[in-house]
């Protein structure tokens, strides 16, 4: 192959990249993620067909142009927040992705029969997205299903798959249309002008992207909320997290977000919502109730006894004499003694003790790093965002709160909205109603923090419960269970907002189930991956 074709191989590579990240959220297609690995499907075909010109990892080289090319244009926002950050992330997942392409590659080789070798695409894919939902280098950010969250119309059927369930439609999509492509192109080629195979599976392909669309469609005219209000105030304090929101005094804070709820507040409010890491105050949860911040608080519960406050902030915990050490925990500097620092979310209402849930899927090279052994040196490379940096204390149990006179109510902080089976687990707890508090500030006004946003509209129809959405700046907003959204907030713009949403106790086949096709995808992966390599080396042994 001439040096001039392989250009060509590259260009076709950055095209497949670029059709991915114009489907993208918050403002892209995605109509065109069913083509987008359309271009990469016909250089892996290329390779295959001509595999005596090409190196042994000849996919993962030209498939590397698309997966940078994708990363790079939907995730460039990270360089706001740490520029050598997202260098190394958009580097490492598109290599990541890279990977993923080779072992597919490799496998269909093996495997020889085309559907078998295209369904390795499948299984990969799935298992490498499932990985990415629960490593400690999680970055679920471009798993496919995700593309849909600004075009949610499109998919209420993830009550019952989830996203998996858009990765599995994307996929097999992308397999279709090459396949009619490439049939065209070998036809003409021949001038062979049957074109039975073709017209099948042009058939075949519309049935598969258009019925799930109009099933949606259904789905989303025909479904009704059962009324069971619950009467929510959320603010938007709009704190500059680079120069205001960990210098100004908890008690300003405070204050600004009563400013904020103003005469929103009233006896009948259930619920009032301040964002993620709102509280500054330094408060360690062995003597919560003697710091300055929950004694504001609770004076705003003595004027709303009904009311109940859900504000984020950063705690600590010391660890008793002899309790046995998380793997987070760090030595006191100045004395003896272990403490865990946390990502929380606090409720404060008229019952004696406050609520407290940690942030558990922890932002890798924020909150999260190998922080264990030989590894425990790198917490000195972690990203300062503000607040609590390195390797973070986390929850084993998804906390659903106890609250006064209204629904069950559990939060996920900032990141974990991201996670589809994690935010489940809180609504199989029991959690009738969803808060998404988050501070989205740190990437400035960019695609970041409107894909964040997107993406909770996913979590509303999986598990169909309403949620209320609280972000420092960024969208704050009120999601029904459908997805659809209310008195969305402008960014950099302080704002208080007041709704009602209902409280639903019905659990989804999602919520019930999870993950399960991801699940399957990852055993089949296993099965089939091994497979290939027994095959590899049997035919090495008998060409030996």
Wanted: net charge positive; hydrophobic share 45%; proline share 4%.
């Amino acid at each position: 192959m001439t040096g001039m074709k392989k250009i060509f191989l590259i260009v076709l590579s950055l095209v497949s990249g670029i059709l991915l990240a114009l489907a993208w959220p918050s403002r892209g297609f995605p109509g065109l993620l069913f083509i987008g690995m359309v271009p990469l499907l016909f250089i892996e075909e290329t390779i295959y067909q001509q595999k005596d010109r090409f190196a042994p990892f000849a996919a993962l080289f030209y498939s590397y142009p698309a997966f940078l090319a994708w990363n790079a244009l939907t995730s460039w926002w990270i360089y706001n927040s740490t520029g050598v950050g997202a260098i190394i992330a958009i580097l490492v997942n598109a290599a990541f992705m890279s990977i993923v392409f080779q072992a597919f590659h490799f496998s269909r080789k093996k495997l020889h029969y085309k559907a078998a070798g295209y369904a390795c695409l499948v299984f990969y894919w799935m298992a490498f997205e499932y990985l990415h939902l629960n490593w400690i280098l999680n970055w679920p950010w471009l798993n496919l299903g995700n593309g849909f969250g600004s075009y949610y119309q499109w998919v209420q059927w993830y009550e019952y798959t989830g996203t998996f369930g858009g990765t599995l439609w994307v996929l097999v999509a992308n397999i279709l249309v090459f396949r009619i492509l490439a049939g065209v192109l070998r036809r003409w080629k021949r001038e062979d002008r049957r074109w039975k195979d073709i017209l099948l599976y042009s058939g075949l392909v519309v049935i598969w992207i258009l019925i799930p669309i109009l099933l949606s469609f259904s789905m989303y005219r025909h479904y009704k909320e059962t009324p069971e209000p619950v009467k929510v105030v959320v603010v938007q304090p709009n704190l500059d997290p680079y120069k205001e929101q960990y210098s100004v005094p908890p008690a300003e804070v405070i204050q600004r977000i009563l400013d904020l709820a103003g005469n929103r507040l009233d006896s009948a409010t259930n619920f009032l919502v301040a964002p993620e890491s709102a509280i500054q105050e330094e408060m360690w949860e062995n003597d919560i109730h003697s710091f300055r911040s929950i004694a504001l608080l609770k004076d705003i519960i003595r004027r709303y006894p009904d009311l109940n406050i859900l504000v984020g902030g950063s705690t600590y915990r010391q660890f008793e004499k002899g309790e046995p050490l998380s793997h987070s925990a760090r030595k006191f500097k100045d004395g003896e003694g272990y403490y865990d620092a946390y990502n929380t979310a606090i409720l404060v209402n008229s019952m004696d003790s406050l609520q407290l849930y940690h942030k558990s899927k922890l932002t890798p090279g924020v909150e999260a790093l190998p922080s264990f052994g030989i590894f425990k040196f790198l917490e000195k490379f972690a990203i300062n965002l503000g607040g609590v940096v390195g390797s973070l204390g986390t929850d084993k149990v998804r906390k659903v709160f106890a609250t006064v006179k209204t629904a069950r109510a559990a939060p996920t902080i900032c990141y974990e909205s991201v996670f589809g089976e994690f935010f489940s687990e809180f609504v199989r707890n029991g959690a009738q109603v969803m808060f998404i508090i988050t501070n989205d500030g740190w990437w400035g006004d960019t695609p970041g923090h409107r894909q964040h946003y997107a993406f909770a509209a996913l979590r509303a129809i999986e598990n169909r419960r309403s949620i209320a959405r609280s972000a420092n700046t960024g969208i704050s907003a009120f999601i029904d269970q459908r997805g659809d959204a209310s008195q969305v907030t402008g960014y950099w713009v302080p704002a208080a907002i007041k709704g009602t949403l209902n409280a639903n106790s019905r659990l989804t086949f999602y919520t019930i189930h999870g993950d399960y096709l991801a699940r399957i995808a990852a055993w089949c992966t296993g099965g089939v991956f091994l497979l290939s390599l027994v095959l590899h080396f049997a035919a090495r042994k008998k060409l030996n």
